[in-house]
């Protein structure tokens, strides 16, 4: 399915994002991973794509095997810069020959010298743009920023560029993490300031231990970790009770997002579900597909 349509046909989705694994190790773990997830009918599942292409066999290899061993509904990621034309068009090209009508543009991170190819992208609104021209029946999703994009000049100019991506054909938005829910709707109201009306997905990523906060830390390098956060894990006595503490942050996290009837959850899981599904576990979740929420925010 079309992750647009599924958006239309579910209150609020549950989706779920992996990067394609180094060794034949962590394929396994992974699909091991993945299998307690489909009896649960998530919404869809998304793969990352290396900064210039450096994981793109491996994640066309992920996606297909995903879709076809699973039957799960996937988003493929795709980064521009470092891609010609040409690599773009195969790789579309390629997902469209197996049923692939899901896309995630991105600009990407920019590539080492060495590996730098002519840049006939220099951002997602470029890649977008094409995309709809030749490849019109995808649907495209891209990245917003609840606590600001790094590399924006300013929040207004931030936003009207998403505006710009909207315009061009995108179909629904996936925010970067967060820990504080009045972030995401206070960008979810400044959206809607700027005529974005599209469905606004918010990222979440539980903490399962302080390595993994410092990763989160430079991932997204914006991120703000409220103080309440901080002494919680401070408080922790070990590594389970630090994993703890970020399950329950992020179920209240996601049980507020629920409450308001947000189009859609998407667990950024670092190819360990474990604790997006303690998460969904705490909540009583037990089937993907039928969440109801109160409200009518951020739809």
């Not at 694994?21 to 394929?27: S, V």
């Not at 920023?145 to 009207?160: K, T």
């Not at 329950?248 to 599904?277: M, P, Y």
Request: hydrophobic share 40%.
């Amino acid at each position: 399915m079309r992750i647009g349509e599924i958006l239309k046909s579910q209150k609020t989705t549950i989706s779920f994002e992996f990067f394609p694994p180094k060794t034949r190790k962590g394929w396994r773990r992974l699909f091991d991973d993945i299998a307690q997830l489909v009896p649960l009918n998530p919404s869809f599942v998304s793969v990352t794509y290396g900064a210039g292409g450096t994981t793109r066999q491996r994640t066309h290899e992920l996606v297909e095997r995903i879709a076809g061993e699973t039957g799960l509904t996937v988003a493929a990621h795709l980064t521009c810069l470092g891609s010609t034309e040409e690599e773009v068009q195969q790789i579309l090209t390629r997902y469209n020959q197996i049923g692939i009508r899901n896309i995630l543009a991105l600009r990407g991170d920019p590539v080492s010298p060495e590996l730098k190819t002519n840049d006939q992208f220099k951002n997602a609104l470029e890649l977008i743009t094409y995309i709809r021209t030749h490849f019109p029946d995808y649907d495209i999703g891209v990245a917003g920023y609840p606590e600001g994009h790094p590399d924006a000049p300013n929040r207004l100019a931030e936003l009207d560029y998403l505006k710009a991506k909207v315009d061009a054909g995108a179909d629904y938005i996936v925010t970067q993490l967060f820990f504080d829910n009045r972030d995401y709707y206070d960008f979810c109201e400044r959206c809607i300031v700027a005529g974005i009306d599209v469905p606004i997905l918010a990222g979440i990523m539980p903490i399962i231990s302080i390595d993994n906060m410092r990763k989160m830390a430079d991932l997204a390098k914006r991120s703000r970790f409220p103080a309440g956060l901080l002494r919680a894990v401070q408080r922790a006595q070990g590594p389970e009770c630090v994993e703890r503490v970020g399950v329950h942050w992020a179920a209240e996290q996601v049980r507020d997002l629920i409450d308001h009837n947000v189009a859609g959850i998407h667990f950024f899981t670092l190819n360990h579900s474990n604790a997006a599904l303690k998460v969904c576990e705490t909540l009583g979740i037990q089937d993907f597909s039928g969440i109801t929420g109160a409200g009518n925010i951020c739809k």
